[in-house]
Protein backbone atom coordinates (compact mmCIF):
# COMPACT_ATOMS: atom_id res chain seq x y z
CA UNK A 1 0.00 0.00 0.00
CA UNK A 2 2.82 2.36 -0.24
CA UNK A 3 2.37 5.34 -2.83
CA UNK A 4 4.81 8.10 -3.99
CA UNK A 5 2.32 11.07 -5.99
CA UNK A 6 3.89 13.15 -7.74
CA UNK A 7 2.38 16.09 -8.83
CA UNK A 8 3.45 20.15 -10.50
CA UNK A 9 4.46 19.22 -13.65
CA UNK A 10 3.70 20.82 -16.93
CA UNK A 11 4.04 22.63 -20.33
CA UNK A 12 6.48 25.98 -19.56
CA UNK A 13 8.95 28.10 -21.55
CA UNK A 14 12.60 27.83 -21.20
CA UNK A 15 13.71 30.28 -18.46
CA UNK A 16 10.65 29.62 -16.56
CA UNK A 17 10.27 27.74 -13.43
CA UNK A 18 8.39 24.88 -11.93
CA UNK A 19 8.45 23.10 -8.61
CA UNK A 20 7.39 19.81 -8.33
CA UNK A 21 5.88 17.30 -5.64
CA UNK A 22 5.87 14.37 -3.94
CA UNK A 23 3.47 13.08 -1.44
CA UNK A 24 4.21 10.16 0.04
CA UNK A 25 2.74 7.53 1.98
CA UNK A 26 5.30 6.34 3.87
CA UNK A 27 7.74 8.26 6.76
CA UNK A 28 10.32 10.51 4.61
CA UNK A 29 12.00 11.26 7.98
CA UNK A 30 12.74 7.33 8.62
CA UNK A 31 14.18 6.85 4.73
CA UNK A 32 17.63 6.31 4.22
CA UNK A 33 17.55 8.57 1.03
CA UNK A 34 14.60 10.48 -1.06
CA UNK A 35 15.31 12.11 -4.65
CA UNK A 36 14.35 12.65 -7.75
CA UNK A 37 14.84 11.11 -10.93
CA UNK A 38 14.08 12.14 -14.92
CA UNK A 39 13.69 10.07 -18.34
CA UNK A 40 13.83 11.68 -21.62
CA UNK A 41 11.88 9.79 -24.57
CA UNK A 42 14.69 7.05 -24.97
CA UNK A 43 17.04 7.63 -22.91
CA UNK A 44 18.00 6.09 -19.32
CA UNK A 45 16.48 7.25 -16.21
CA UNK A 46 19.03 9.73 -14.71
CA UNK A 47 19.84 10.72 -10.96
CA UNK A 48 18.60 14.83 -10.61
CA UNK A 49 18.99 15.57 -7.58
CA UNK A 50 18.99 13.08 -3.80
CA UNK A 51 19.51 13.68 -0.19
CA UNK A 52 21.23 10.93 2.04
CA UNK A 53 24.13 11.85 3.68
CA UNK A 54 24.77 14.76 1.94
CA UNK A 55 22.65 16.99 -0.86
CA UNK A 56 24.05 15.56 -4.54
CA UNK A 57 23.14 17.31 -7.50
CA UNK A 58 23.39 16.59 -11.28
CA UNK A 59 26.01 18.67 -12.80
CA UNK A 60 23.26 19.73 -15.78
CA UNK A 61 20.94 21.30 -13.03
CA UNK A 62 23.31 22.41 -10.37
CA UNK A 63 22.68 26.04 -9.41
CA UNK A 64 19.06 25.75 -11.22
CA UNK A 65 16.98 23.12 -8.99
CA UNK A 66 17.01 22.49 -5.38
CA UNK A 67 15.43 19.29 -3.69
CA UNK A 68 14.26 19.78 -0.48
CA UNK A 69 11.34 17.58 2.07
CA UNK A 70 8.92 18.67 4.80
CA UNK A 71 9.11 16.03 6.98
CA UNK A 72 5.92 16.74 8.77
CA UNK A 73 3.92 16.29 5.77
CA UNK A 74 5.71 13.18 3.95
CA UNK A 75 6.72 15.31 1.01
CA UNK A 76 9.55 15.87 -1.14
CA UNK A 77 9.83 18.93 -3.14
CA UNK A 78 11.71 19.91 -6.11
CA UNK A 79 12.24 23.37 -7.55
CA UNK A 80 13.22 24.15 -10.88
CA UNK A 81 14.33 27.49 -12.08
CA UNK A 82 15.73 28.54 -15.24
CA UNK A 83 14.25 25.78 -16.92
CA UNK A 84 15.76 23.94 -20.76
CA UNK A 85 14.23 22.61 -23.38
CA UNK A 86 17.18 19.63 -22.21
CA UNK A 87 15.10 19.36 -18.84
CA UNK A 88 11.83 17.72 -20.91
CA UNK A 89 10.92 14.39 -19.77
CA UNK A 90 9.02 12.68 -16.94
CA UNK A 91 10.00 13.33 -13.47
CA UNK A 92 9.84 10.41 -11.06
CA UNK A 93 9.89 10.69 -7.22
CA UNK A 94 12.28 7.68 -4.85
CA UNK A 95 12.68 6.96 -1.74
CA UNK A 96 14.74 4.27 -0.45
CA UNK A 97 14.12 2.75 3.30
CA UNK A 98 14.28 -0.16 5.19
CA UNK A 99 11.14 -2.40 5.29
CA UNK A 100 10.65 -4.47 8.07
CA UNK A 101 12.93 -7.37 7.33
CA UNK A 102 15.95 -4.77 7.11
CA UNK A 103 16.51 -4.70 3.28
CA UNK A 104 16.37 -1.64 1.77
CA UNK A 105 13.91 -1.34 -0.66
CA UNK A 106 12.76 1.21 -3.65
CA UNK A 107 10.11 3.03 -3.48
CA UNK A 108 8.87 4.99 -7.45
CA UNK A 109 5.91 7.57 -8.10
CA UNK A 110 4.57 6.91 -11.48
CA UNK A 111 6.26 10.26 -12.80
CA UNK A 112 5.28 13.80 -13.73
CA UNK A 113 6.12 15.39 -17.21
CA UNK A 114 7.97 18.42 -17.43
CA UNK A 115 8.20 19.77 -20.74
CA UNK A 116 10.48 23.02 -21.58
CA UNK A 117 9.66 24.70 -24.80
CA UNK A 118 11.60 26.84 -26.85
Known amino acids: QVQLVESGGGLVQAGGSLRLSCSAS????????IGWYRQAPGKQRELVAR?????NYADSVKGRFTISRDNAKNTVYLQMNSLKPEDTGVYYC??????????????WGQGTQVTVSS
Open 94 to 107: NVNRWDRWGTLVDY
Open 26 to 33: ISTASSKA
Open 51 to 55: ISDST
